[in-house]
């Protein structure tokens, strides 16, 4: 039972460079969300899907794009990166009903130099 | 609009003594609340939810909370700290009745003292 996978664990990017995170659930759940942690801030909502093919906007999603083309995958792309995107990224997943909150991925841990 | 406030960015403890996390919320509906752990490097896992059932939830590892509708607070407790609860607290809430955007607090890193 992988519930939510995360890929990459870590990665260093230069300015202006552009990446992709992947985020895979097995679940089955409708929804998907990514957020960013940052010290002492807790976690922002970048964008949430609530099916495939249906996405939107969270708090903060300037500088990022999302697709989800199937159930299971809700990648989130990256386009020419700033310092200020240097942070922790979580996918998480969730049934309609939250019966089991969410069910978060192990993060990715993002450096933009 | 829906907010969570944790009181107290850093908590230390001694072994053995009382846990007690605090979090109020801010809604304007009745509301879904949650209580995740974060241990290091790793993603939140879920502690405890209140969904409108028992106002006092149970949750894993020992933890517990009450939901006061009057205080409007969900602060999490537990009677006996252990070395290994040292980890951060997310307190976050919800509209009930389905689906909606989770608000997540600030976090509350839980120091525990030999």
């Known amino acids: 039972n992988a519930g939510v996978t995360q890929t990459p664990k870590f990665r260093i990017l230069k300015i202006g460079q552009s990446m992709t995170l992947q985020c895979t659930q097995d679940?089955?759940?409708?929804?998907m969300y990514w957020y960013r942690q940052d010290p002492g801030m807790g976690l922002k909502l970048i964008y949430y899907?609530?099916?495939?093919?249906?996405?939107d906007k969270g708090e903060v999603p300037n500088g990022y794009n999302v697709s989800r083309s199937t159930t299971e995958d809700f990648p989130l792309r990256l386009e020419l990166a700033a310092p200020s995107q240097t942070s922790v990224y979580f996918c998480?997943?969730?049934?309609?009903?939250?019966?089991?909150?969410?069910?978060f991925g192990s993060g990715t841990r993002l450096t933009v130099v | 609009a829906q907010s969570v406030t944790q009181l107290g960015s850093h908590v230390s403890v001694s072994e053995g003594a009382l846990v007690l996390l605090r979090c109020n919320y801010s809604?304007?509906?009745?509301?879904?609340l949650f209580w995740y752990v974060q241990y290091p490097n790793q993603g939140l896992q879920l502690l405890l939810k209140?969904?409108?059932?028992?106002?006092l939830v149970k949750g894993i590892n020992g933890f517990e909370a009450e939901f006061k509708k009057s205080e409007t607070s969900f602060h999490l407790t537990k009677p006996s700290a252990h070395m290994s609860d040292a980890a951060e607290y997310f307190c976050?809430?919800?509209?009930?009745?389905?689906?909606?955007?989770?608000?997540f607090g600030t976090g509350t890193k839980l120091q525990v003292i030999p």
């Open positions: 976050a809430v919800t509209r009930s009745g389905g689906y909606q955007k989770v608000t």
């Open positions: 998480a997943s969730s049934s309609r009903d939250l019966d089991y909150g969410y069910t």
């Open positions: 809604s304007s509906v009745p509301p879904y």
């Open positions: 209140y969904t409108s059932a028992a106002t």
């Open positions: 899907s609530v099916g495939a093919g249906i996405t």
């Open positions: 679940m089955n759940h409708n929804y």
